[in-house]
């Protein structure tokens, strides 16, 4: 944008006057005329005096005005009354063109810098699916499908931004939800194998509140829970309250929507290059840009590769994320934007739980080593590969219609083999504990259709969604457990031999879920200061 022009105002102290006599006149300047002027920065009085000399015109009079001033000198062509514009600038004087066509060197009223109109050009982002370079986000699309300012839209909502992400660096998206109000991102504690996040007290991850890029992510079970990689979103928002007219059967405390990096239109390149402690190692990389002339193709990749133990002994949080988008923008009416993801994760972690006796009480052998692994090194790990691949896509009919489709496919494996403790025994350094092993895959494809009307009566304004979405889900579990040895929680004895659990495969279980869905929502404006959600569901 262009910005008006300023002026940078300094007052002048005292009434000065360059005079010979009471006041002195330059002889008359040849006007229009450009000269080649070298005169260094430095003391006022000299550089007029060279200025005199280089312009061929007689310089006197008393220094009273020009003492202690000084001037940033003049370089280059310049005609003669824009060189001495340009010697006084800053001065606190100026001249004045006299009846016999002099210039007369006056002090001025007040030392005014007139600056030429300045180009400022940038981007700025605040859309509810792109980049937002600002703390605060003014726009979402989880709460109602559409492009939606927050404040226009009656319901709690709140936004973490990449920037705040940034600046907080979580290291899971429980994390990043910790200055969330009403919502407990880690609601089973700090673990690295899986968000577990409660809204206002209810469950939102097994009951179907996690959501990425507005479309559901299911699990069947604790176990099955989608991890998500922080550096690979865009921004978290959350939507508290019920939600399920435009997304279906739902938390009743809300859902958690995560939106994926997508493309840009400016050149991109980040790598980032960590450490930490428990001997922690972090690379990761974030590249985007145009990949054509005429910017109807745009690309993003993210990449992150992690090597790391974490606060507990022998407990491992490594990973591997890769990233790739890709935008095509045929015309300002239509896009494609295809997200594909994949990442595989490598953890030994048991549960954090400590007995109380030994921790918040004291035991009569001590404290316990808060780092103290309840599991056996040679037995727990906790594997988990998933990827997807989706597109959304949107193309403007007309000036009232919008279609907009969204689609993803997923799958997601996991194995795990775990031993964690549940009790402290009554000689108070002996905890029981117990072993399970099995492995789980779960398939998610989903599809959105929806057509967006924007259209104005009188002083309301409508904007309403009609749409239909589907999904299938399905999960193939095995496994089982049992109680195995107690270990002493004082001085652990680990590389026991726990092969005696396969004998307790004992879960083989299928499950499917079904789902279609046919929406109707219609957000009115009244007199642009009253709005109304209004909404039906039939699932």
Partial sequence: MTSPSRALRARTLGLLLLSVQPLCSLPVFAAGSSQHYSIDAGPLDAALSRFGAQAGITMAGSSTLTAGKN???LQGDFSTEAGLTQLLLGSGLTYQRQDDGSLLLVPSSSDVLELAPTAISG?????????????????????????????????????????????????????????????????????????????????????????????????FANQ???????????????????????????????????????????????????????DRKQLAADFGGPLSDDGVLSYRLTGLWRESGTQIDYARDDRQFIAPAISWRPSEDTSLTVLASFQKDRNVLGYYALPRIGTLDSSRYGRIAT????????????????????????????????????????????????????????????????????????????????FQAQWNVGRFEHTTLVGIDLQHASTNQLGGGNVVDPLDIYAPVYHQDYSDLDAFYDINQRRQLDQVGVYLSEQLKFDDHWVFNLGGRHD
């Fill in 371 to 450: 780092d103290r692994f309840v599991g056996d090194p040679d037995f727990d790990k906790y594997d988990v590969e998933q990827w997807s691949l989706g597109y959304q896509f949107e193309h403007h009919l007309n000036d009232i219609w919008t279609f907009r489709q969204n689609a993803r496919y997923s799958r997601s494996y996991q194995e795990q083999r775990t031993i964690y403790q549940y009790g402290l025994d009554d000689d108070q350094r002996t905890v029981g504990r117990f072993g399970y092993l099995g492995h789980e895959e779960v398939k998610n494809a989903l599809l959105d259709n929806h």
């Fill in 71 to 73: 001037t940033q000198g």
């Fill in 123 to 219: 981007t700025a982002y605040d859309t509810s699916l792109g980049r937002n370079d600002g703390l605060v986000a003014s726009r979402t699309m989880s709460a109602n499908k559409t492009d939606t300012s927050i404040m226009e839209t009656p319901q709690s909502i709140s936004v973490v931004t990449r920037k705040q992400i940034d600046a907080q660096q979580p290291q899971s998206i429980g994390q990043v939800l910790r200055y969330t109000a009403g919502v407990n991102g880690e609601a089973n504690g700090v673990d690295t194998r899986r968000d577990t996040i409660s809204i206002r007290g209810f469950d939102a991850t097994t009951g179907g509140g996690i959501y990425r890029d507005g479309l559901r992510q299911y699990s």
């Fill in 224 to 278: 099955s829970r989608a991890v998500g990689e922080v550096y690979g979103l865009e921004r978290v928002e959350v939507l508290r309250g019920p939600s399920s007219v435009l997304y279906g059967q739902s938390s009743p405390g809300g859902m958690v929507n995560v939106i994926s990096k997508r493309p840009t239109d400016e050149p991109l390149h980040e790598l980032v290059v960590q450490a930490g402690s428990f």
